[in-house]
């Protein structure tokens, strides 16, 4: 307890740190300055010195993501979600701002576009550009993850903030060179911004391959269901509906699009039979994908109290696949 007392009291004010490490990034030596961070934040934490801990892995991420430093910076950056849970920081906007101005420090870069792919150069800068954008979702997703489950235990929704949800929705979106959009749509059912999520599906539509754009639509519908999220359900249909009408675009029209339509209308009001009717009706479609029938099991038990015949088994699963965590 003495060497404890000693140790917290010899550890200088945070903003010294901060000075001092600010000054390693600007002479150019940021993997210096990277293990100073580390070892400095850790020692503010073992003396249980949060805030500073805090102070310094915010200033350190930002700084090294200034600099286009993407590793060091996602590495301060997760340090710094981490240790939000390890000092148990309740859920507030000051601290979710504080998440968001980390959040904005990471890069948003596009891919070369217009590149001649016989060409061993610009087939090098496709290459290099693919990787580079790939460790800057991962570092951005890992960060991000970490402060939902932070903010998920500590004071926001069961499910994590709603805001840092939308926030790792864009960045996966916009960023991943290669977007799966069933992990898109795990976190945009759990923002709370249907409409820009309407504006990327509609985007994907018009890159995916034939047969997906249905199978994204249907999807996403389902999976806000699954968590019981109607209004928001019928929000996105319309907003799609609508967007692709001011794009002069053509909505998806298959059996599958068919089906949840019919399945918007008979959730509005107490008809389990017409329900398992639909199942039934459009059985072909639904299976195209199986996770289809695990979200639809989901459904029937928020809607209909349903019980699964396994609820171990099914949509956990599911929202692991789908990255959550």
């Not at 801990?53 to 981490?82: H, M, P, R, W, Y």
């Not at 997906?212 to 359900?233: H, T």
């Not at 019919?262 to 199986?290: G, V, W």
């Not at 979200?295 to 019980?307: C, M, N, S, T």
Request: aromatic residues 10%.
């Amino acid at each position: 307890m003495f060497r404890e007392r000693v140790r917290r009291v010899i550890l200088p004010p945070a903003q010294e740190n901060i000075d001092k490490l600010e000054k390693v990034i600007k002479e150019g030596n940021y993997y210096g300055a990277q293990q100073m961070y580390k070892s400095t934040s850790a020692r503010y934490v073992s003396a249980e010195r949060y805030s500073d801990a805090l102070n310094v892995l915010q200033s350190g991420a930002c700084l090294q993501l200034d600099k286009a430093q993407i590793t060091c910076g996602a590495e301060l950056s997760l340090l710094f979600a981490e240790t939000l849970a390890k000092a148990k920081v309740s859920y507030d906007e000051d601290t979710l701002d504080r998440v968001r101005k980390i959040y904005k420090k990471f890069p948003r870069l596009s891919v070369p576009q217009h590149l001649d792919l016989a060409d061993d150069d610009d087939l090098q800068k496709l290459s290099e550009a693919i990787a580079a954008a790939k460790t800057r979702v991962e570092g951005c997703s890992s960060f991000l993850k970490a402060a939902i489950k932070w903010s998920a235990e500590f004071g926001a929704h069961r499910y994590g903030s709603p805001e840092l949800h939308d926030m790792l929705a864009d960045y996966m979106y916009s960023e991943s060179p290669e977007v799966d959009i069933g992990k898109v749509s795990f976190h945009f059912v759990r923002g709370r911004n249907p409409k820009k999520f309407a504006s990327a599906l509609v985007n994907f539509m018009g890159k995916c391959y034939p047969g997906e754009d249905d199978l994204a639509i249907v999807r996403a519908i389902l999976m806000y269901l699954s968590l019981g999220n109607l209004r928001d359900a019928n929000k996105l249909m319309d907003e799609v509906k609508m967007e692709v009408e001011l794009k002069n675009l053509n909505f998806p029209s298959s059996e599958l699009t068919q089906f949840v339509n019919y399945l918007l209308l008979t959730l509005q009001r107490d008809a389990l039979p017409l329900f398992n009717m639909l199942r039934q009706t459009y059985k072909s479609s639904i299976d195209r994908e199986s996770t289809f029938n695990e979200l639809l099991d989901e459904i029937a038990e928020k809607f209909y109290g349903v019980r699964r015949r396994n609820p171990l088994e099914g949509i956990g699963d599911f929202f692991k696949m789908m990255g959550g965590e």
